[in-house]
């Protein structure tokens, strides 16, 4: 370390299997006055701290994180935004899940048992988490996500024949699609073909189709694909851009999944759906209400999830380190 050095503090979580590198302190101070705003300005301006923090060889391909500011709404405890190796997402379920457990556990909001309630106000929205705790350990936390909804159904070519993809947001969008109808099976073995075949189709669909929020201009266009298997429950896995395997049941992509079962039919208000991620993790997810607006059924989801603290980290980023930025393969 010298003069030059910045420092990040992180706590580092598991989700499912999935890590979320919540960055306590080290940040600069980010222009804007809302979490939107906030998320713009580290995209156009700070760009090398995500690239620092989640890109190897400190982070992976499905390292993501939160950075924790102070609230900017007054209902929330922390306004959060959420970074992966793709770059920003709206939202984040496993991210929400791992950053409400470190938060509640290592007493960044004051703990109660049996139940704490963290509020984040995220550039999706507010995002309202219950953490269950017992002798001081987060056992699981349940949040309630933004509204969900299911967009439009496409069908896509692909090795020339053409398979039908929903289209869904949860928090980022979601191209839905049947992973025997591409020729494969969810198996941790074929990682390379899931994430060929699901970054090729998403291209496709986005070259081919607009896909939009109604109401967050920002969010306009197709991020995460999702590939499942049906059987006593779902399988899921959720390709993260640029091409990593989301290693839990995918909170947002849950979202998104049962706004899709409902608009099938398959799923009713108050339901229990269970989501499996290709590690065998599971997230449990109620369909709290459904609305109609604009011809747009939009649907409130709880998800339930348990996380891991794992690490807390003091990074130093140093200006002459020819891989401040990391890299990707
Ligand atoms: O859990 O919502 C989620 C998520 C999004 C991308 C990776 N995980």
Known sequence: MNQNSKQFITLDTHTGGNPTRTVLAGMPELAGDTIQ??????????????????????????????????????????????????GYLPMCGHDTIGT?????????????EPFTSVVLDTPAGVVEAKCKVENGKVEEVTFVSTESFHLKTVDV??????????????????????????????????????????MELRDVINSEHDVRHPEYPFINKLTHMELY????VIRNTVVVPPGGIDRSPCGTGTCAKVATLYKEGRISENDVFIHESITGSQFKAR???????????????????????????????????????????
Request: with cysteine; hydrophobic share 40%; glycine share 10%.
């Open 37 to 86: 705003e906030k998320m713009l300005d580290m995209k156009e301006n700070h760009d090398y701290i995500r690239k620092f923090l989640v890109n190897p060889p400190r982070g992976h391909d499905v390292m993501s994180g939160t950075i924790l500011l102070p609230a900017l709404r007054p209902e929330a405890d922390y306004s959060v935004i959420f970074i992966e190796t793709g």
């Open 100 to 112: 409400c457990t470190a938060l509640v556990e290592m007493g960044y909001v004051e703990r109660q």
């Open 157 to 198: 070519l692909f090795e020339g024949r053409n398979v039908r993809c929903d289209i869904a947001y949860g928090g980022n969008f979601y191209g839905i699609i049947r992973a025997e109808d591409l020729g494969l099976s969810l198996d941790i073995a074929n990682s390379e073909g899931i994430v060929a075949a699901a």
């Open 229 to 232: 298997e049906e059987g006593e």
């Open 287 to 329: 369909l709290i209400s459904s609305k109609e607006e604009n011809g747009i059924t939009f649907n409130k989801v709880s998800i339930t999830g348990s996380a891991w603290i794992m690490a807390r980290h003091d990074f130093y980023m140093n200006e002459s380190d020819p891989l401040q930025n990391g890299y990707l393969l």
